[in-house]
């Protein structure tokens, strides 16, 4: 063992560890020996021309998502990360800042934490340098990289570690993140920029060309999560939209519904589907015989899509089922890495070197 780690090993007696899901729509913390203690969206509210967040770093999460298509001329509610990647840096660092205080003020901790942060599997080194540089910047003392696929396998209780594949579809905010597994490592995958976020904007151009009618992404999120599916599924429903007419400019309503929803989010559903199969046709032999058994296993917020499972079973041949927990898989699999950080970090990517 190295000066350097066993030094870092009595620095964590006065210190907190903690695991961090960094999505493109909601950030989750988990600490070592407590699971997860904080949920809250990925938005920031900030002064408009500069990057101060409001009311004292106190408009991060549900209070800046509150305010998001709501805001005032002077007011800004931002997510700084798209497509699962930092696309604002400063504002970045400021929500991560708020996170990490609230959580280690929270166990009165007076060293900055280690931190393990789940990335997707398809960014760039200088997207991956910032999220260290972030999370160095907003208090922690050494950030751990792990990816989000072997996150979420873990999270979601597949066996990775054994010598059998483990298939996982991540489908979060801003990425979707399909891997094969075996042996704690990632055997093939492929990370797509298409999400929960495409699925909102498929409904929101939907609105415009069907009706004129201009919603916002709350609107639509609400849509997709109430009527939302991916196959047929039981009774066909409809729903009441508002919004602003497109060429009067005034306020008006309509309903939808589900079947056309449906519809509209054909196209970004397809190309989840064939991201799924371009991964399962570079498997090896093996690996893919013993999918036919394991089958493939979904998690992220949009594996809660109606009918999901439907398809990409159609589509694969596959046996396909839901995570028991699918929002909370990768923060639950970044908590396990916390749990036995000495024997995992060597896979990690990390700020420092351990030497």
């Known amino acids: 063992m190295s000066l350097s780690v066993a030094f870092d090993k009595l620095l964590g007696w006065f210190s907190v560890?903690?695991?961090?899901?960094?999505?493109?729509?909601?950030?989750?913390?988990?600490?070592?020996?407590?699971?997860?203690?904080?949920?809250?969206?990925?938005?920031?509210?900030?002064?408009?021309?500069?990057?101060?967040?409001?009311?004292?770093g106190n408009a991060v999460g549900w209070m800046a998502k509150e305010m998001l298509g709501k805001t005032p001329g002077s007011i800004t509610a931002i997510r700084p990360l798209k497509d699962g990647v930092i696309s604002d840096f400063e504002i970045t660092e400021a929500m991560l800042s708020y996170f990490i205080r609230k959580v280690n003020g929270k166990a009165r901790y007076i060293l900055g934490p280690r931190v393990v942060i789940a990335i997707p599997s398809g960014i760039t080194a200088v997207e991956k340098q910032a999220v260290l540089n972030s999370a160095i910047r907003a208090g922690a003392r050494r950030v751990y990289l792990v990816e989000e696929p072997m996150a979420a396998g873990i999270g979601a209780g597949l066996p990775i570690v054994e010598p059998t594949a483990s298939m996982i579809v991540d489908i979060g905010g801003g990425t979707t993140?399909?891997?094969?597994?075996?042996?704690?490592?990632?055997?093939v995958c492929e990370s797509v920029r298409v999400a929960g976020d495409d699925l909102d904007e498929a409904i929101i151009n939907h609105m415009k060309k069907t009706y004129n009618l201009m919603i916002g992404e709350q609107s639509a999120e609400r849509i997709k999560i109430e009527i939302g599916s991916a196959a047929p599924v039981g009774e066909e429903v409809t729903m009441e939209v508002r919004g602003r007419d497109m060429i009067a400019g005034l306020p008006r309503k309509t309903v939808v519904t589900s079947e056309e929803i449906r519809e509209a989010l054909q196209e970004p559903i397809s190309a989840?589907?064939?991201a799924v199969t371009r991964t399962l046709e570079r498997a090896e032999p093996e690996l893919a015989a013993d999918l036919v058994?394991?089958?493939?296993?979904?998690?992220?917020g949009g594996a809660l899509l109606r009918g999901l499972d439907v398809v990409i079973a159609n589509a694969t041949g596959l046996d396909v089922r839901v995570a028991d927990d699918p929002l909370t898989c990768v923060a639950k699999g970044t908590s396990i890495y916390l749990e036995n950080l000495e024997e995992w970090k060597g896979t990690m990517e990390s700020n420092l070197d351990e030497g």
């Not at 058994?293 to 992220?300: K, P, R």
């Open 272 to 274: 989840i589907i064939e």
């Open 293 to 300: 058994e394991n089958g493939i296993c979904l998690a992220g």
């Open 177 to 187: 993140e399909v891997a094969i597994m075996s042996l704690a490592d990632i055997a």
């Open 17 to 56: 560890d903690m695991g961090i899901d960094l999505g493109t729509c909601n950030t989750l913390v988990c600490v070592r020996g407590e699971g997860i203690v904080l949920n809250e969206p990925s938005v920031v509210a900030v002064k408009r021309g500069t990057n101060r967040v409001l009311q004292n």
